[in-house]
């Protein structure tokens, strides 16, 4: 396939994937959020690449390390594979200036709102962020998405009722990824 053809969905994990309780790093408290499973099979099954960006200040901060985010993402992409879904990458940053683990508290561009991540799996994957989309929960996520020219950016909000306050503002809001899949689908 020519290079940087391919129109990715990048998705957030904590809070768009999974239920966000917290610095979420074991498999078994990890707890898909209704109706995720199947939204991401249809994605798959309509062809697009499926790329995770997930901020993990949990490492800087000293609740787990890198390895466990490995172990995890291990685990949830080989689950996934087995329903149907294929994840092509996740990306995560360790990074946030209050850590506690030197080697990760620093200021960086992979942390979102910092586009870093979105790039570099662009690069490693042939993937056009002009023709990709975002799927996130917060304002870092579209604030990410716009920051690296991804061409559509998603905000999953359960208070979907609410108008959203992120600057900028989502190209869409819905009340969790499935009805956001549809969307994208219909
Ligand atoms: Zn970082």
Request: aromatic residues 8%; neutral net charge; glycine residues 8%.
């Amino acid at each position: 396939m020519k290079k940087e053809t391919r129109k990715a969905i990048f998705l957030d994990r904590d809070g768009v994937i999974n239920v966000d309780t917290g610095y979420v790093f074991r498999w078994a408290d990890f707890e898909f959020a209704p109706g995720v499973v199947p939204a991401l099979k249809k994605l798959t099954g309509a062809g697009y690449p499926l790329v995770i960006i997930t901020n993990q200040s949990g490492v800087a901060r000293g609740y787990y390390t890198e390895q466990d985010v490995k172990t995890l993402t291990a685990q949830m992409t080989s689950y996934l594979a087995a329903q149907g879904v294929l994840i092509t990458a996740t990306y995560y940053c360790p990074h946030h200036v209050e850590g506690t683990v030197a080697l990760y508290t620093r200021a960086c561009d992979c942390r979102k709102p910092g586009p870093a991540l979105l790039r570099q799996a662009a690069n490693e994957h042939d993937l056009s962020l002009a023709d990709s989309m975002m799927i996130g929960d917060k304002g870092s996520d579209i604030e990410a998405a716009r920051a690296a020219g991804v061409g559509k950016a998603y905000l999953i909000d359960a208070k979907a009722a609410t108008p959203p306050s992120p600057s900028p503002q989502p190209d869409g809001v819905f009340k969790d990824l499935s009805a956001c899949v549809d969307y994208l689908l219909r």
